[in-house]
């Protein structure tokens, strides 16, 4: 008997559909668990990943401070600027405020002095016996009870033209001292900034001596040598107040540095509680300078001092 063909087959469709939800599941599993691999590393690479990230964020914390800082100075810088601008406009005030001053100061009326009568060395004067009974020192027609004296000598260059009578005048200043007078002696000249000479030394007064007195008088002619530069005033008679004298005798040919009207100023109210006679000598042609015989006036007349005028 013949046998029917049939078709033998090793896998049916159940197993195949087996292998393909097989395969689906481990495709799935991959797709899960792969991302993770990827991300994954060992734990010595994740602690420096961790630092770094602590580092950053300390670093951040620093650089915020430091930026919190920077705007702390720069308001502190700011209000400094307005307080140092607040300042400057104070400064600014009071400078206009002094020149204002020292402009009301140059502007105040100085009165015309009185005809001056030259006095002539070579002759000598005549006084009053009353007058001559109660006066120790009178020369050049200055007459004064005082017994210590601080010659200022004007060393300027203009005094170049009158060298000679400067020295005569201060030799004639001397000539009458004794033992029983101090004197000292003070040269100035600006070049440019003052200038002083002093005999015998800064702030002392000499023995009236025949021997000092020959050496005071060595000294003056000294100083004819040395004549140049302007003519600090106001220096020479702030440092002639600095002795203990009883008087000042200022010789000078012509208008100071500083302003007159400051000068008389100045010295007067120095000398208010000090008490110096200040007294005045114009040297040359002083009957030409109205100006420098207004200002040697008024400055003998608001100490009690007497001006007097030497031409050649």
Known sequence: MR????????????????????????????????????????????????????????????????????????????ELNEDNRGIEQRLSRQRTQLKDLKTQVAEVPVAVPTPVEEAIPEEKIEEPEE?????????????????????????????????????????????????????????????PSPVLWNYPNRSQLMKATPENLRQAGEFAIGLASRFA???????????????????????????????????IQDISGKNRFLKMEIHTVAIGDYTENRSLVMFMQTLAKQNNGDFVGVSR
Do not use: C, W
């Open 3 to 78: 046998r029917p063909n049939r078709d033998i087959n090793i896998f049916s469709i159940s197993a195949v559909d087996l292998f393909a939800s097989a395969l689906g599941a481990f495709i799935l599993l991959v797709m899960l668990v792969f991302p993770s691999y990827k991300n994954g590393g060992n734990d010595t690479a994740h602690s420096k990943i961790q630092d770094i990230m602590e580092q950053r964020n300390l670093a951040a914390g620093e650089l915020a401070d430091l930026l919190t800082n920077i705007e702390q100075s720069s308001n502190q810088l700011q």
């Open 131 to 191: 007058l001559v009974a109660s006066v120790d020192f009178s020369i050049l027609g200055l007459v004064t009870e005082a017994k210590s004296f601080v010659i200022v000598i004007d060393m300027s260059g203009s005094m170049l033209a009158y060298s000679d009578l400067m020295i005569k005048t201060v030799l004639e200043l001397l000539e009458p001292l004794d033992e029983t007078n101090q004197v000292a002696i003070i040269g100035f000249q600006g070049d």
């Open 229 to 263: 530069g302007s003519t600090p005033t106001l220096a020479a008679l702030q440092a002639a107040l600095e002795y203990k004298a009883d008087a000042i005798i200022l010789l000078s040919d012509g208008q100071p540095d500083d302003n007159p009207a400051f000068i």
